[in-house]
């Protein structure tokens, strides 16, 4: 059994530090204490989070004690990770904004019942400079700047501020007040995942095992799911939404979403992959399956014969019956440019974002591609503009 528990916490995980060290922990039959860390930077979580959520939901299923730290000191500093210049600090107001709607998106995937929630303002707050500086004395600069973000920021001459040092200083100090076991993360969080470890063990404490998952890429395929790039599915989307987004996505990518949100063995895709090339199997219906799957897992089964169902009638057979009407202005012109009325629909913020869905042939009306970045609209009621490749709008 403990061997088997072994292999399903190791699995589908990118690094276990240092190696052999969670056996051992296993070893001793003991619950452990599984951390992972949240900062609350955006309002929602995505099925990039899911990752590493779904790995917490393994140690929480084999009676771990599970802690969700929620950033919200932290926060106003900003990780740096992934970043190439300083990230804005946030205020309290929107810290508290942002942590609102996080127990609600955590518990399609954890047993919040089951779990204990902590925010590192609790004993971070309580430093004094005396305490910082005691903290800073157990880090040298070098070790700091080995961080691959840092390290490019001095290579390409960009500056870095004093306190985004201190932020993997405070990261690390989380592990040492809850006295932590084991800490979860993404792999862009090796570095601050590993100094919580180091920091454990300057303290007394015995070392946490760190590991990591690897980084969904989001829907363009090609950088990790992040809200500020647009590229995410949103766990507190519609499940019909988040339903489209997967069926949009490359089929290259659907194989990365099978392996780290459904688990698949690499035999699994292997097969999956030879039906394909064979002609036994379309994609389209294997990524509708995949689709189904993930909604099932995070939303739930109803949720997710709906998806399907609503999916296949709009983009399969033009049932265009369930789009929700949208009432224009009653001063609305008419006809109106093409970018006046996406803005109206809040189809698009920007002219920019406008002009290039328009020019890559993403917008239609009435099934019809506008391809003229200057044309004039004339709208009507029923009309049906889809913007995308699952975005759909029609007039009221």
């Not at 954890?110 to 925010?119: A, E, H």
Request: with cysteine; aromatic share 8%; net charge positive.
């Amino acid at each position: 059994m403990k061997n088997n528990a072994l292999d399903i916490l190791t699995s589908g995980t990118s690094q276990v530090l240092p190696e052999g060290a969670l056996a051992e922990k296993l070893k001793k039959g003991k619950k452990l204490k599984i951390k992972l860390g949240m900062d609350p930077t955006t309002p929602d979580l995505h099925l990039g989070h899911a990752v590493v959520l779904s790995k917490m939901k393994q140690f929480q299923d084999l009676g771990h004690d599970i802690i969700l730290i929620i950033g919200d000191y932290t926060a106003r500093i900003g990780d740096p990770t992934g970043k190439s210049k300083t990230r804005p600090s946030l205020t309290e107001k929107e810290i508290k904004k942002n942590t609102k709607t996080y127990f609600e998106q955590v518990g399609k995937i954890l047993d919040t019942d089951k779990m204990t929630i902590r925010y590192n303002s609790e004993w971070l707050d309580k430093l004094t400079s005396q305490d910082v500086v005691k903290l800073c004395a157990l880090v040298t600069v070098a070790r700091l700047i080995e961080r691959d973000d840092f390290a490019n920021r001095i290579k390409n001459k960009q500056p870095i501020r004093f306190h985004e040092l201190l932020y993997p200083l405070f990261q690390g100090y989380d592990s040492i007040a809850i006295e932590s076991y084991v800490e979860l993360g993404g792999t862009d969080q090796t570095f601050n995942l590993l100094m919580g470890r180091f920091l454990q063990e300057q303290s007394g404490q015995e070392p946490q095992v760190v590991i990591t998952t690897p980084l969904l890429e989001g829907l363009d395929g090609h950088e990790k799911m992040s809200k500020s790039l647009g590229n995410t599915i949103g766990l507190a989307e519609p499940a019909d939404q988040a339903f489209g987004k997967l069926m949009s996505m490359s089929d290259n990518l659907m194989w990365r979403y099978f392996e780290l949100l459904l688990n698949k063995s690499s035999q699994e895709i292997s097969s999956f992959q030879e039906r394909i090339a064979s002609g036994n199997l379309h994609p389209m219906a294997l990524k509708k399956d995949m689709a189904y799957d993930i909604i099932e897992k995070f939303w739930s089964q109803q949720e997710a014969e709906k998806a399907r169902d609503a999916f296949e009638k709009l983009f399969q057979q033009k049932d265009y019956s369930q789009v929700a009407p949208v009432k224009l202005p009653e001063d609305l012109k008419n006809p109106i440019w093409i970018v006046e009325l996406l803005k109206t629909l809040d189809a698009v913020k920007t002219t920019s974002e406008a002009k290039r869905l328009i020019e890559a042939g993403a917008v239609a009306i009435d099934d019809k591609k506008i391809t003229d970045f200057k044309a004039e609209i004339k709208h009507k009621k029923d009309m049906i503009i889809k913007v995308g490749k699952h975005r759909f709008y029609k007039i009221a």
